[in-house]
C-alpha cells in the first residue's frame, strides 16, 4: 500500500514542484492551496505524511497542525517554512510538529526525512 | 416649646462634639487636602457672631445701612490682611508664634512685659463681648421658649449649661498640644462646620420667611419703608466703622487664631480672599428684609430678635428654632475660638512664668494651666453677664470691643513693617489708647450703673466731648483712641533706642519676606551651650518623646552626630528656642535658654550678613532643584529617544525579517524545480517546458521584489529625487490602461478610463507617477471579481489638484486595514497570514512617491462597495522646485 501525502502551500509552483516529486516517488498525493482546504482534505483522506506552509491567506500552518495532531492516529506533520527566526520553528514544534524545515529545502533531503519519519516507531 | 427648645439645642450641642471628634480624625488626612482652603476660608467666618443673627438686624431697623459697614470693613481690609497673614504665617513658624501677644511680645525684644500687657487688655477688651454671645443664647432662647429668665445665677438658666459645656469643647479641642501654634484638625474643621451651619441657617429662614410674607397682607407697608431706607448716616460715622472693623477682622484674637495660628498653608490664604466676601454678601442678604418685616410684623419686640419673631409669625416655631439653632452655632463657635486664643495669652504670659517654669516636668502643667485659664474666662464672662448689667444692644458692645482691640494696630502693622518701631513706643502707646478707649466707651457705662449723674453731665465726660467734636461718642472714642495711640507711637519710637536683641528681631520680622525665612532661622547667637543641658531643657518642656523626634529631625537635616559634637551651636540654641517658645511663648523661650547658654548678641551688621547668606543658600537651593529638574528633563528626553531608536531598529529588523521571507519564497519554487529536472533526465517535454517557465517567472518575482526593495530604499533615506516636467496625468492613464488591455481582455475583465476633460496639466515626475498607476492598476485588475471584473481609472480636476482614482468590483478591502495597507508588508501585524497584496511593497512604494509630490493617497469604497484607491497631486504650474 503507497502511503498518503498531503501537501499544503499557497505557493502554486512549490505546490506542482512537490507533487511532481511524490507522484514519482510512489506516493498518493493530496494538494491543498489553504488552511481551511488542508482541514478538509486531513478529515476526508487521511494522509499519513502532511508537508505544511505557515504563512497562508486563511488559516495559518499553527492552526492547522494543532488541529492535526488532536486527532486520533494523527498524520506526521512536517512544516515548510520561510519562516526563519528561532522563536518560529520552536513554535512549530511546540504545536505538535514532527519536523520543521526551513525554504528553501532540497528535495533529496526532503524524501529522505520524509522516509525516516515514517519508517522509525 | 421650653422642652423641644432644650432637646434640639442640645442635639446640636453633641453634633458639634461629634464634629470636633470627626474632623481631628480625618481633616489632617490627605484626602481633604484640596478642601482646606474652603475649611480655611470658612474657619474664617468666625468673624460672624450671634451679632449677625440678632444685632446687625436690629441695627438695621433702628439706622438703616450702617450695619454693613462691620462687614464692608473686613473686605476692603482684605488687600492689607493678604501681605499680613503670608508675614505672620511664615513668622508663626519661624518664630513660634501662637498668639498677637506672642506677635508683638517676639517682635520688641522678646518681652515678658509687653505680651503681660497685651494679655491683660485683650481680656479687657474680649469679656465683654463674650459674654454678650452667653447674652444673645440665654435671651433668644428665652424669646423663644417664652420662659422668663431672672437676670441672676440660675440652674434654670440654659446659657449656663452652655457655657460649661464650651469649656470641655473647648479644653477637650484646643488643647490638644503643648506647641501653642500646632494647628488643630478638630477645632478648625467644627468652626468651619458652624460656619457653614449659620450660613444655611440663615439662608433657608430667609428664603422661606420672605417667600410667605410676599403673600401677607403687610407686605406693601414694609416694602414703602423700604424704599425710603436712609443712607444719611454721617461720614465720620462711616469712617470709623469701617476702620475699626478692618482692623478687629486682623487682631481679634479668634480672627488671630483661625487666620494666622490655625492656618497650615499659606496656599490657603488667597483663595479665602474672594470666599470669605462672598460669605459676608450672602449671610447678610437677609438683614435688610428681617429689619423691615419686623418693624411691620412685630414692632413690639426688641429689634434684636426680630429674625425670631418674624420667622415664627411667618412659619411658626420649626423656622423660628433653625433661626435659634444659626444663633447658637454663630455664639458657640466664638466663644470658643475667642476663649482659647485669650486662654493662650493668659496662661503663658500670666501664668507660665509663676507656676511652670520652675517646676519639672512641665508639659503636662502648661496645658492644665491653659486649660485653667480657658475655664476661668468663661466663667468670668458668665459672671460678668450676670452682674454687669448688658444695657447696651448687642451691636454697641461688640464695637467697643473693636475699638479696644484696634488698639494693637499701630503696634502690630509697624512691628511688622517698620524697623524703627520700638518696645516702649509699643508699650505705652497701646496704654495710652487703651485709657481713652476706656474713658470713652467703658466709663460711660459705668458711671450708668454707679449712678454718676454728675460726671455722666459734666462738661468732661465722653458724650460732652464728642459732641464738641461733632461726633458720635463711638466715632470720637475711635478717631481719638486710635490718633494718639498712633502719634506717641510714631514720636516714641523715633525718640528712643533699642537693645541690640530687639533691633535684630526687627530685622527679622521686618524682613520676613525678603529673606525668606520659613522653617529654620538662622543662627542669630555666637555662642555654644553643652548639648546634654540644652537636651535637658526641652525635654522638660516639650517632654522626651517630642524632644528625640526634633533632635533627630534637625540632626537629619543638618548632618549633625551629636556623640561626636557634645556643644550645641548657635544654630541649635535658635532652633530650641523656637521650639520652647511654641509652648511657652517667645519671652519665657529667650529667659530659659539664657539659663543654659552663655550666649552674646550678634550686631546688627553680622545678623544682616547671615540673613544675606541664608538668602543666598535659599536662591542657590532653588537654582539647584531648577537645575535638577533640567537634567531630569533632559533624562526623560534622551530615554524618549533611545526608546524610539530601538523601535526603529525593531522595525527594521521586521523589515529584514519579511524581505527575507518574501526572498525565500520563489527561491524555494526555483530550487525544486531544477532539481526536479536534474534529478529526471527523462521528463516528459511539456512538464519540462512547464517548470522552465514557473522557474522563469519566480525569477522575475525575485527581480522585481529585490527592485521594489532597492526603490523603497532611496525613498526612505531620501535619496531618491524626482525630475518634475510639465505632465498630463490623464496621458499617463491612458498609457497604463493601454498597456494592460491585452492582460485584461485575457482574464475578462472591462477595463476603461474616464478623464476630465478639463484636466489641466502640472509639474510631477512622469515616469514616478506612471509607476503609481501601474501599480494600482495592476493590483485592481488582480482583485477584480472572477467573472464579469469591472476595472475604472478615472482622473477629475479639483480646485487646486489633481484627483486619480482607481476602481476594482472585488471584494474590497475591510475598512479596518485601510490605513495600514500602504505599510511595508502590511501583513507584518498578522504575521502568519499571507498579504492579499503583490510584494507588499507596491502600496508603500506609492504612498512615498505620491507623499513626495506632497499629495495624498487612500482607500475609498464606494456605496457599493467596490474599492477604490485614490491619490491627489497639487497643481503646480511652476516646477515648485525651481523658484
Redo the contacts between chains.
Sequence with gaps: MSSKILIVD??I??L???E??FK?KGYEVFIARNGTEAKALVDSSSPDVVLLD?????V???EVCEYIKAKENAPKVIF?S????KSDEEKGYEVGADLYL???????DLVQKIKELTTSP | MFYTLVIIGILYLLLIFLAGWFFERKLSASAFKPWMPYVYALALAVYCTAWTFYGSIGRAANSGLSFILIYLGPTLALFLWYPVSKKLFRLKNSQGISSLADFLAARYGKSQSLGALVAMLSLLGILPYISLQIKAISESFSFLAQAEIKSSLSTADPALYVSLLMIVFTIAFGTRYVQGNRPKAGLIGTIAFESLFKLIAFVVVGIIAIKSFVKHPQFDQAWLNFQSLSLDAQGSEWMSTLLISAFAFMLLPRQFQMGIVENNSEKNIAKSLWLFPLYLLIINLFVLPFAFMGQVLSPEVNSDFYLLSVSKILSGDALATLAFLGGLSASTSMIIVSTLALGNMISTYLLVPYFAVKNKPATQRIINLRRLAIALIIILAYLYYHFMALSNSLVSIGLISFVAMSQFAPAFLGGLYWRDAKRPAAYWSITLGFIVWFYFLVMPNLAQILDLNYWLNSSLSASNIAARMGLSTFSAASFLSLGFNAILFVFLSLRLNSSIEEQNQALLFVEADKFGIKENSPSLYRGTAPFPNMKALLVNFLGSHRTEEVLERYARLNNINWLSSPLADGRMITYAERLLSETIGPASAKIMIASVVQKEELSQREVLDILEESKKVLLLNKELSKRSDQLKKATEKLQEANDKLLEFADLKDEFL?TV???L??????????A??LQ??PEMPEA?RQ??LD?IV??CDRLTRLISNVLDLEKFESGNQKLSLTKVQVGDLIRNAVANYQAMALKQGIDLACEIDDSLKATYADADRIAQVITNLLGNALKFAAADGGLVRASAIQLEDSVKVSILDNGNGIPAADHEIIFDKFY?VRD????K?LGSGLGLAICKNIVQMHRGKIWVESTAKGETCLCFTLPQYTKNPLKS
Aim: proline share 7%; net charge negative; charged share 30%.
Design positions: 499557497d505557493e509552483n512549490i506542482m514542484s512537490l511532481y516529486l514519482r505557515i504563512m497562508m491567506p486563511d495559518d500552518g499553527y515548510l520561510a519562516k526563519s527566526k526551513h525554504k528553501p529545502f532540497s528535495n533529496k | 525579517y527575507t521571507h518574501e525565500r519564497t520563489p527561491l524555494t519554487a526555483i530550487r525544486s524545480q532539481e526536479l534529478d529526471d512538464d512547464m517548470f514557473n517567472a519566480d501583513q504575521q502568519t497570514r499571507r492579499p
